[in-house]
């Protein structure tokens, strides 16, 4: 088991930025792909973001590379997303995952991710 706790959610104006932080609670952290996913009200959760294991590779949505970027701090059982440039449409409840074998079916499924954070709310306002 794996808990996974986000924090540094908030509400800023556009063109603002956040930095989301996630911390796992096992030591085997560094053994997971991370992902970032966001649900809006009404809508399917999002494939936002990944990184592999060492950090060495990372996936981005299309939509959003660029603006957001995800990385990782082993030794702090932690793994980050820098949002910058942010628009109303950013706005929605943004969580982390965890997975170990995501190559199946994708770092974008979140049917590729074993454990989840609770979310934390991010609120862009124009």
């Known amino acids: 088991q794996v808990e996974l706790v986000e924090s540094g959610g908030g509400s800023v104006q556009a063109g603002g930025s956040l930095r989301l932080s996630c911390v796992g609670s096992?030591?085997?952290?560094?053994?997971?792909?991370m992902g970032w996913f966001r649900q809006a009200p009404g809508q399917e959760r999002q494939f936002v973001a990944s990184?592999?294991?060492?950090?060495?590779?990372?996936n981005y949505a299309d939509s959003r590379e660029g603006r957001f970027t995800i990385s990782r701090d082993n030794a702090k059982n932690t793994v980050y997303l820098q949002m910058n440039s942010l628009k109303p449409e950013d706005t929605a409840v943004y969580y982390c995952?965890?997975?170990?074998?995501?190559?199946?079916?994708?770092?974008?499924?979140?049917?590729?991710?074993?454990?989840w954070g609770q979310g934390t709310q991010v609120t862009v306002s124009s």
């Open positions: 995952a965890a997975g170990l074998n995501v190559q199946r079916m994708g770092v974008s499924s979140p049917r590729s991710y074993d454990y």
């Open positions: 096992r030591r085997t952290f560094n053994s997971y792909t």
């Open positions: 990184i592999n294991w060492s950090g060495g590779e990372t």
